[in-house]
């Protein structure tokens, strides 16, 4: 995890039961922030997302692949042409990369992390169902913003 003034925090999750998973982030003062990775449908996703950073701050192309029953049915060899495609900031200068993007079919998560001082952070992840790799995008109780990848 990224902030805009260079910060950088380190995290991890895995896989829990039915979609869920679990997410620890340790805070700059040593403070080890947890909690659960939940899905969520994209349309809520993307309203909670912009409600919390602002409209233009995530931006995607692509169906919404829960109108089209199972998403990740493709004949091997081919491609689904129902996979979209997420775009997102990156706070990361040294990746050189002002922006990232996570193409898939993917999976949307929110999550509410609190430490033991009572530190609370919220954040937004969405992954891919085909590489494994995601973005997101967190803000801490002070409002700092931090992007992930992973």
Not at 134 to 141: L, P, S, T
Request: proline letters at 3%; one cysteine or more.
């Amino acid at each position: 995890m990224h902030s805009r003034d260079g910060e950088r925090l380190d995290g991890r999750w895995r896989f829990a039961r039915e979609g869920n998973a679990l997410i620890q982030v340790l805070s700059s003062d040593g403070e080890m922030l947890v909690g659960m990775l939940t899905p969520v449908p994209r349309r809520n996703f993307f309203a909670s997302y912009q409600q919390a950073f602002g409209q233009g701050s995530i931006d995607a192309e692509g169906p919404e692949l829960s109108s089209y029953g199972n998403a990740l049915f493709a004949t091997p060899g081919t491609f689904n042409a129902l996979a979209d495609v997420v775009y997102s900031e990156n706070f990361d200068k040294t990746s050189g990369e002002a922006g990232r993007s996570v193409t898939g079919p993917l999976f949307y998560w929110t999550a509410h992390l609190q430490g033991d001082r009572r530190t609370f952070m919220q954040c937004f992840l969405i992954g891919s169902s085909h590489s494994a790799s995601g973005v997101g995008r967190c803000k801490g109780a002070t409002g700092k913003e931090y992007t992930v990848s992973f």
